[in-house]
């Protein structure tokens, strides 16, 4: 009895192990290969399954705040998630007491599904008024499948100052001056096509990546950190204005957009018209594109949120948000 009770270290069995009265009738469980286990109350899982079922009432009140298309449908995946996640702790139970599961498998995969369910709890009774990023962290505790498969990406534009060599990471919209350098380091979660382009403030633009030239190219391996350019800096002229670099990254090659980057290369399309925009590029007027993109786009559903940024540290983390494909990022560099 005392080794089973050594074994059975579960947070919410409360109960289960505790010392009995012995002329009290025992709750042990005789399996059939002659062996006894002390009995689990399950009750103390309906009780979680019932504040998962609050949580979720909730959260189809509040949302998950991430908008767009996807809001409808990642609610969906997180409610049905956590409410079969309960049932499965309800039946785990069942099993352990008809001795189907042995209680070291047991504890493993109980201990997992309730830490997840708490979490879900207090996550959700978090989120009102919260930012995306609380929504999102409710959408990925409860599909960590999906989202472990989704980009994202770690980027970081660092400056250095004119006739210093100490690398700052700047932050979008600080002023630089001519003479000052820049570059963009991006690190995506997964394999992806990452693209960065840069508009001046005379309106010319610039493909900063992918660059043959400089050994750049697509797709980039998961987990790589690119420094763009690979060596040396970006310098600012002595035309004032606002630079913007434009980041964007997919796990799919961006076949229209790369077909505008080909033509503004060869000098084939006006700078000013093709890089207008990220928008334009990836929703040109008519709605037709050589790359299947249905999601959040800012000039395309007048969105102007597309990932979730974390600011946990100086170096943003941007992620897609769930059902999205691509991630875009749009830093500005104030040119003064």
Known sequence: ???????????????????????????????????????????????????????????????????????????????????????????????YNACVMDPAGYQSA?????????????????????????GDAVWANARPDLASTRISVDYRVEAVKAGTTQALVHRS???????????????????????VLLLSSQGEASVLYPDARMGMKNPAAAGSEIAIPPDGLFVLDTAPGTESVHVLVSQTPLVDLEARLAALKSGAARPSGVLEDVGNLLC??????????????????????????????ETPRVVATPGDDVVVIQHALEHG
């Open 1 to 95: 009895m005392t080794r089973l009770c050594a074994l059975l270290v579960l947070p919410l069995a409360l109960g289960a192990c505790k010392p009995t009265d012995p002329d009290a009738p025992s709750n042990d469980v005789t399996c059939p290969d002659g062996t006894l286990r002390p009995q689990i109350d399950c009750s103390q899982d309906v009780g979680l399954k019932g504040k998962v079922v609050d949580a979720n009432a909730s959260l189809g009140k509040i949302g998950l705040g991430l908008g767009a298309r996807y809001e409808e449908g990642a609610v969906g995946q997180v409610t049905d998630s956590t409410y079969q996640l309960a049932l499965q702790l309800e039946s785990l139970c069942k099993d």
């Open 110 to 134: 109980s201990h997992d599904i309730r830490r997840r369910l708490a979490d879900h709890v207090q996550l959700v009774g978090r989120l009102e008024g919260a930012s995306a990023q609380a």
């Open 173 to 195: 919209g600080d002023r630089l001056v001519a003479g000052d350098g820049f570059r963009v380091i991006v690190r995506p979660s997964v394999a992806a096509h990452v693209y």
């Open 284 to 313: 040109p007027p008519g709605g037709t594109r050589g790359v299947t993109y249905t999601k959040t786009a800012a000039s395309c559903e007048g969105k102007t949120h597309r990932g979730v940024v974390y600011r946990k540290s």
